[in-house]
């Protein structure tokens, strides 16, 4: 069992930056990947960002390359979203994600817990 708690959510301006962080508990926080997505209004969940269980790996959607950072401690079981050159289009309700078992990283479907979703918008 894994529970997982979002934070770091807001309002900011085209531009700005927000860094969200995710807290598991339960289950040894380094023996799964951790992956973050997200749900615009109307629109269906998309995946953002994941990596494997020592953050040695790492993945995103094109639409955040080069802006989104996913990192994790494993110390704190933590994993973090840093999200800089905010867009309009970032704004979304984002949620992290645990996958205990394969790589099917950008599958939403296979990830097994899911946190409660913090909200981001980004104002033009």
């Known amino acids: 069992q894994v529970q997982l708690v979002e934070s770091g959510g807001g309002l900011v301006q085209a531009g700005g930056s927000l860094r969200l962080s995710c807290a598991a508990y339960?289950?040894?926080?380094?023996?799964?990947?951790m992956g973050w997505f997200r749900r615009a209004p109307g629109k269906e969940r998309e995946f953002v960002a994941a990596?494997?269980?020592?953050?040695?790996?790492?993945f995103y959607t094109d639409s955040v390359k080069g802006r989104f950072t996913i990192s994790r401690d494993n110390d704190k079981a933590m994993v973090y979203l840093q999200m800089n050159s905010l867009k309009p289009e970032d704004t979304a309700v984002y949620y992290c994600?645990?996958?205990?078992?394969?790589?099917?990283?950008?599958?939403?479907?296979?990830?097994?817990?899911w946190g409660q979703g913090t909200q981001v918008t980004v104002s033009s």
């Open positions: 339960g289950r040894t926080f380094s023996s799964y990947a």
């Open positions: 994600a645990a996958l205990l078992f394969g790589s099917s990283w950008y599958v939403p479907d296979a990830y097994d817990y």
């Open positions: 990596t494997n269980w020592s953050g040695s790996t790492t």
